[in-house]
């Protein structure tokens, strides 16, 4: 029996901590210390009488009996957000055109859109993944609602934002070596990281050469995982199981922050409303208006 101290925001944290696989990331997103989230893990595994992590040199992960307890933790509150919205607004339908950058519909946002389709049965979602300046040119011939792309893609003002920091990443394995050119696995032109990323390391004398391009952001991890290069990925989409992330010794540049965004039309229907409610809670980071 799950003990009553158990409670919603208990079992919100411990998915975050899982899913980011690092105490202080989650701290700093929450606004709250990592001493408090450590002490909040550790009550609930005393709660539970079971070990649910594991600390590695690059953070933590959830032993087997961790595991367990993520897939029902998952389902309990996709349970309860999903009677919530049932309860506040069972009535509401209509169409909502959903435009997502590539290299963030992997993350948090695919869950977020399946709490939003079971709470709101009536609404019909269009979900269009692309790269961002393609997404741009979409928003600008009228054909998406809501838009989460980064703000430089597209001039408009935005619901909210908020900033990622893009890390180095290579595999557990890959040794970069001064004297040679930097492997590279980026997105396909056109593409604003690609860009970013090629003119940081022109900036810092860094030569490099593109061995592996592609749309898709789970190719990237995948060539990055198999040792054909480094490349830019945003916190949550780093395995630690299969990566390492790269600091100024590797001789790769700093992390490059990017800002994102959230877009909305100024008039908007309630579903559009409701599907923003739902979004902004499921984005990898904390908003910052």
Known sequence: MIPD???????????AVCRQGSLNRVATQSGRTQSAL????????????????????RGVVPTAEGELFLGYATRM????????????????????????????????LPEALGRLRRGYSEIRLDVVVEQSLALGRLWLEGELDIMIVPTSAVVADAVTTWNVELQWACG?????????????????????WRRRMIDTLATAGREHRITFTSQ?????????????????????????????????????PKPLPVQYGLYARDRRAPVVDAAIGVLLEGLPVAPRT
């Open 38 to 57: 450590s002490m909040q893990m550790r009550r609930l595994e005393t709660l539970l009488g079971r070990q649910l992590f594991q600390r590695t040199g």
């Open 5 to 15: 101290q158990i409670g919603i925001d208990l079992l919100r944290t411990y998915v």
């Open 216 to 252: 898709s952001v789970t190719a990237l991890q995948a060539a990055i995982e198999n040792g054909l290069g480094i490349g830019l990925l945003p916190p949550e989409s780093v395995r630690p199981a299969a990566m390492r992330v790269l600091g100024a010794a590797s001789g790769v």
């Open 77 to 108: 509150l996709a349970l309860g957000d999903e009677a919530a919205a049932r309860l506040r607004q069972a009535d509401l339908s209509g169409g909502v055109r959903v435009g997502l950058a590539e290299e963030v519909a992997t993350t948090a």
């Open 172 to 192: 557990l394995d890959y040794v970069p070596e001064p004297e040679r050119p930097l492997d590279l696995v980026a997105f396909a032109a056109p593409c604003l």
